[in-house]
């Protein structure tokens, strides 16, 4: 059965079959020639993998970034951590990374992170004098902290298939996030000393106590948002409701920006969106129902325990394989394949789950800054009319940051782990 689910993945995957369908077909062609479970239980299994209360999150908080994404509310951030950071040597690329981690912090989502903040930050860093490479790259990734810094959609799919705690792996991507944030913003401070470039007069308190009050409530989102998860008054679920009433109400009625009319289109590209996520998820639960009746991650376990005895380099190797996949498929989708395939191989190194959730998260932000299949490119050249390897050019130095940060992540748990074991 191994081989002919291996054949089957390879031969569709080569077609260029998508990879939801993939899935569905191997399980399919599995149960035909090598099992006598009836084909029926494939739909049984299709509906149990979506009869899940905390889904519900996925749809809500597409949908609040969404709105958030067509309304004011970027541009209000931008505005007041200017403000704060702007006349540093390299202060307007600084108030990028930084609107990225808000909004990061609001929408859950790397794509809109990257059209939100990109579509104002870009045309402003090439016309303050960043250079058009510099300013590209350095967007494009700081938007992928849309997948770390909760709440966060690959989070809450990783925990459905891995059985882990929302709160938990939310409260994990905290430090994750910052770490990466912060580093993007040191290497930004030198490389803008070293070119020399424009620094901004230092705004007056005047200024800055205007942006705050425009964005204050811009900025109150994450607070409700993540606060109301870890105080236990709603839970992940409920949240992305809240933040969908009140991004609505924010924009309608306090920015005026938002129509009524546009919340059709709005809507209708969140349910597209969020129905292609939760099928490729409801044929990969299917798939690996499959998996773990034919104990195949036992077998797994045994094999890979047979050839790795330490659990840093089984850790390094799931990452070199994160890293290659993702220059060739969607990494949410490898997720939802290998994670749970690992589960046993995870015990029995005695890894934590939680962990290894913000390790695989890391990757995935990793495969979508990497071509030519990375998303975050394609929206980048979407809303720039640039090139997609000028993009990826622009990419390349802050890959090695990525890299760094991501190293130091799966070695020393203490970053992810630290405040789910304070808080909780």
């Excluded at 849309?146 to 925990?159: D, H, Q, R, T």
Aim: proline letters at 5%; one cysteine or more.
């Amino acid at each position: 059965m191994i081989l002919t689910i291996c054949i089957s993945f390879a031969v569709l995957l080569f077609l260029g079959v998508p990879i939801a369908v993939i899935l569905g077909v191997s399980t399919l062609i599995s149960l035909m020639f090598f099992s006598s479970t009836p084909l029926h239980i494939i739909t049984q299994q299709l509906f149990n993998a979506l009869d899940k209360f905390v889904l519900l999150a996925i749809p809500f908080f597409i949908l609040a970034g969404a709105i958030m994404t067509r309304g004011g509310i970027a541009r209000r951030l931008i505005a007041f951590v200017n403000g704060l950071v702007g006349w540093f040597p390299g202060g307007l690329a600084m108030a990028g990374i930084l609107a990225c981690i808000f909004f990061a912090a609001i929408s859950g989502s790397s794509p809109a992170t990257v059209v939100a903040i990109g579509s104002i930050m870009i045309p402003a860093l090439v016309d303050a004098g960043y250079g058009n490479r510099f300013s590209l790259g350095l967007i494009t990734v700081s938007g992928s902290l849309g997948i770390v810094i909760p709440p966060s959609i690959p989070m809450i799919l990783y925990c459905m298939v891995m059985n882990v705690s929302v709160a938990k792996i939310f409260m994990a991507g905290v430090l994750p996030g910052l770490l990466i944030g912060f580093s993007l913003m040191v290497y930004t401070f030198f490389i803008a000393r070293k070119n020399n470039w424009r620094i901004e007069s230092r705004p007056s308190l005047a200024r800055i106590a205007r942006t705050a009050r425009e964005g204050i409530w811009a900025l109150a989102l994450p607070f409700i948002v993540l606060g109301g998860i870890y105080s236990g008054i709603f839970t992940p679920t409920e949240a992305a409701a809240v933040s969908v009433v009140y991004a609505l109400f924010v924009e309608m009625f306090i920015y005026k920006e938002f129509k009524f009319r546009d919340i059709t289109g709005i809507c209708q590209d969140a349910a597209i969106l969020s129905a292609c996520l939760l099928f490729i998820l409801s044929c990969a639960m299917t798939f690996i129902w499959l998996l773990t009746a034919e104990q195949i991650p036992l077998q797994l376990a045994d094999m890979i325990m047979e050839h790795i005895h330490s659990p840093w380099v089984f850790l390094l190797a799931v990452n070199l394989l994160f890293l290659i996949l993702g220059c060739f498929m969607d990494d949410v989708s490898a997720m939802l394949i290998l994670a749970p395939i690992f589960l046993e191989t995870l015990n029995r190194y005695q890894i934590d789950l939680v962990h290894f959730g913000v390790v695989m998260v890391l990757n995935i932000q990793m495969g979508m800054l990497t071509p030519p299949f990375g998303l975050n490119l394609f929206v980048a050249s979407g809303i720039t009319g640039e090139p997609l390897v000028k993009i990826a050019r622009g990419v390349l130095p802050f890959l090695g940051i990525m890299l760094i940060c991501l190293m130091l992540v799966t070695y020393i748990p203490w970053i992810s782990l630290a405040l789910p074991e304070w808080i909780l």
